[in-house]
């Protein structure tokens, strides 16, 4: 199979995901009143999901400014992080034509991730210090 092929689905999904970036840059989700879609758990409950400041989040990166995408969703951070390693493995196996290994393969992943995502649902949502400053 030529490279090319066998690269055609990873050149896909980072086509919708510059995609997204796009609209995330252009949008700039960190003023109120946006065109983009607020956080609907947060609208209806008044609580903080796990993923509250995602958009935010990203669009900190997009401006390279790590400490306030921290700020924004620490853990949605930390997932990013893992998606672009995840994505990275991906791509060269299929360059290679190799499967490659990565962190999701493993057997812990899927738990320690439910259990990381269930306590930043609990923890951001404390309405104590130090926990306050994780309100977005």
Do not use: K
Not at 27 to 34: E, F, L, R, S
Not at 41 to 51: E, V
Request: charged share 5%; aromatic share 10%.
């Amino acid at each position: 199979m030529h490279v090319a092929h066998r690269l055609a689905a990873p050149m896909g999904v980072a086509a919708v995901a510059a995609g997204g970036c796009a609209v995330v840059w252009l949008a700039n989700p960190t003023v109120p009143g946006g065109i983009l879609p607020v956080c609907p758990t947060q609208t209806l409950l008044g609580i903080a999901c796990p993923g509250c400041g995602s958009l935010r989040m990203i669009y900190s990166l997009l401006h390279l400014d790590v400490a306030a995408a921290a700020r924004y969703n620490a853990l949605g951070l930390v997932a990013v992080l893992l998606l672009v390693w995840s994505f990275g493995a991906w791509t060269y196996g299929r360059s290679t034509g190799t499967q490659v290994r990565s962190w999701q393969h493993l057997r812990w992943s899927a738990p320690v991730a439910l259990v990381l995502t269930l306590a930043w649902f609990v923890v951001r949502n404390l309405g104590f210090e130090p926990f306050v400053a994780l309100h977005v």
